[in-house]
C-alpha cells in the first residue's frame, strides 16, 4: 500500500500531464458534419441509427448518462453514485418515465464485459424492467462502443437485458404544438471526436496499457471529462451546431458538464449574480455565492459571453461524480428540466435544478 501510495504521488502530475497533451481535441468541422448526417441520416431512413418518437403530455422522459460503470476497483467512476442511480430509476419506473440511456453506460475501455456484468447486476436489473415495459432505449457511446460494432454485442444484450434489444446512435423526440413543432435531438455527442472513432489502436493503448495503470494509480483521467478546456470547447462545438438549426435542440453527454439553455449551471449563476447586483439583493447575492462555492467541480468553466447565446443546447452531466451526485435531464408535463440527484442528510433526493417550459423555445 505504501509504495502504490508513492506511486500514485509521483506519478500523478506526468500522467495528468500526458493526458492533457495528447487528447483529441474537437474539431468543428468534424463535428458538424458527423451531428448533422446523423441528424438527417435518423430523419430520412429511421431505423438502423436511431429513430423519431413523438413527445405528448403524457410522455414522460428521463435522459441519464455516462454511467461507467467498472468492476469496483480504482478505476470505476460508478461505484459512489450507484446509489443515487438504483434510487432514482426507482423513482422513474414507478411514474412511468420513458428512459433514455444516451451512452458510455458501461466503461468498456477499460473493463472486460464479464467483469461489469458481474459486479452490476443491479444497475442492469434496474435498467431491464424499463426495456421489458418497452419503455427503454440504449445510445451507444466512445467508451462502450462494442456494443455498436462487435459481432456478438447483440448476443450479450439479450443476456443482460433478458430479451433482444437495438442499440442506436440517436433519437429524436418530436414535441408537437397546435402550430409548430421542435425537434430535440439526443446523441452521446463524441461524433467528429479523432480519439473517439474506434480506431484500434488507440482502443488497445486504453485497455492494455493506459487503463491498468490508471486503475493501480486510481487517477481518473477520463477525456474529456476531466480536462475544463477540451469539455468547453466541445460543449462550445455543440452549442454552434445547435444554434444553427432551426425549432432544435440538441442533448447530449460525453463532457460529463451539466448544461442547461446552453449554459452550464455556473454560468447561470453568474448570470443571476449580476441581476441580484443590479437589484442590490444581498440576500440573493449570498445564497448564489454559496451554491457557487459548492458546486464542487460539476459546473467548472465558463465561456467568455455567456450572457447572450441561443438556449439550444443541453447536457446531461454524468452519473459518475465523484461524490455520488448524478445529473440528468427530464421531459415531463411541458416542461424540459435538469435535476440532480444526491445525498442529503444520507437520504436521497431529487433536485430541480433548472427548469423552462417547452413552448417557450418555439
Known amino acids: 500500500m505504501k509504495l502504490q501510495t508513492s506511486l500514485q504521488s509521483f506519478f500523478r502530475k506526468p500522467v495528468l500531464w500526458a493526458s492533457a497533451k495528447f487528447n483529441s481535441k474537437p474539431d468543428k468541422e468534424r463535428v458538424f458534419n458527423a451531428l448533422s448526417k446523423l441528424f438527417d441520416h435518423i430523419l430520412s431512413d429511421p431505423g438502423k441509427k436511431g429513430f423519431v418518437i413523438s413527445h405528448t403530455e403524457k410522455k414522460k422522459i428521463i435522459i441519464f448518462s455516462d454511467q461507467h460503470k467498472g468492476r469496483r476497483d480504482g478505476a470505476d467512476d460508478f461505484v459512489n453514485a450507484e446509489k443515487n442511480y438504483l434510487e432514482a430509476l426507482n423513482y422513474y419506473y414507478k411514474n412511468h418515465f420513458y428512459f433514455i440511456n444516451l451512452g458510455d453506460g458501461e466503461e468498456l475501455w477499460e473493463n472486460t464485459l464479464s467483469q461489469i456484468k458481474k459486479h452490476n447486476i443491479k444497475a442492469f436489473s434496474a435498467e431491464k424492467k424499463f426495456h421489458y415495459r418497452n419503455s427503454f432505449v440504449k445510445i451507444f457511446g466512445n467508451h462502450d462502443l462494442y456494443w455498436a460494432n462487435d459481432p456478438l454485442a447483440g448476443i450479450e444484450l439479450k443476456k443482460i437485458y433478458g430479451k433482444k434489444i437495438r442499440v442506436y446512435e440517436g433519437i429524436i423526440i418530436n414535441v408537437l404544438f397546435e402550430e409548430k413543432g421542435l425537434q430535440i435531438f439526443c446523441t452521446h455527442g463524441h461524433q467528429g471526436d479523432k480519439r473517439s472513432?474506434?480506431?484500434?489502436?488507440?482502443?488497445?493503448?486504453?485497455?492494455?496499457?493506459?487503463?491498468?495503470?490508471?486503475?493501480?494509480?486510481?487517477?481518473?483521467?477520463?477525456?474529456?471529462?476531466?480536462?475544463?478546456?477540451?469539455?468547453?470547447?466541445?460543449?462550445?462545438?455543440?452549442?454552434?451546431?445547435?444554434?444553427?438549426?432551426?425549432?432544435?435542440?440538441?442533448?447530449?453527454?460525453?463532457?460529463?458538464?451539466?448544461?442547461?439553455?446552453?449554459?452550464?449551471?455556473?454560468?447561470?449563476?453568474?448570470?443571476?449574480?449580476?441581476?441580484?447586483?443590479?437589484?442590490?439583493?444581498?440576500?440573493?447575492?449570498?445564497?448564489?455565492?454559496?451554491?457557487?462555492?459548492?458546486?464542487?467541480?460539476?459546473?467548472?468553466?465558463?465561456?467568455?459571453?455567456?450572457?447572450?447565446?441561443?438556449?439550444?443546447?443541453?447536457?446531461?452531466?454524468?452519473?459518475?461524480?465523484?461524490?455520488?451526485?448524478?445529473?440528468?435531464?427530464?421531459?415531463?408535463?411541458?416542461?424540459?428540466?435538469?435535476?440532480?440527484?444526491?445525498?442529503?442528510?444520507?437520504?436521497?433526493?431529487?433536485?430541480?435544478?433548472?427548469?423552462?417550459?417547452?413552448?417557450?423555445?418555439?
Not at 488497445?204 to 483521467?221: C, E, G, S
Not at 451539466?258 to 445564497?287: C, M, W
Not at 441561443?310 to 461524490?323: A, E, L, R
Not at 424540459?336 to 431529487?350: F, M, P, S, Y
Open 197 to 362: 472513432d474506434g480506431n484500434m489502436l488507440t482502443k488497445f493503448f486504453v485497455a492494455r496499457i493506459w487503463a491498468p495503470l490508471q486503475a493501480y494509480l486510481k487517477i481518473n483521467t477520463n477525456e474529456p471529462s476531466n480536462n475544463n478546456i477540451m469539455k468547453t470547447a466541445h460543449n462550445q462545438i455543440m452549442y454552434q451546431w445547435a444554434a444553427e438549426q432551426n425549432l432544435t435542440l440538441l442533448i447530449t453527454g460525453h463532457t460529463h458538464q451539466p448544461v442547461f439553455e446552453s449554459l452550464t449551471h455556473l454560468e447561470r449563476l453568474y448570470r443571476n449574480k449580476q441581476i441580484a447586483i443590479r437589484e442590490n439583493d444581498t440576500g440573493a447575492i449570498h445564497k448564489i455565492n454559496l451554491e457557487i462555492k459548492n458546486i464542487n467541480g460539476k459546473s467548472d468553466a465558463v465561456k467568455e459571453d455567456y450572457t447572450h447565446i441561443n438556449p439550444s443546447y443541453f447536457n446531461t452531466g454524468c452519473c459518475c461524480f465523484s461524490d455520488g451526485d448524478i445529473t440528468g435531464i427530464e421531459i415531463d408535463n411541458g416542461f424540459i428540466r435538469l435535476i440532480k440527484w444526491g445525498q442529503v442528510e444520507g437520504i436521497t433526493q431529487r433536485i430541480v435544478l433548472e427548469e423552462k417550459a417547452l413552448k417557450e423555445f418555439i
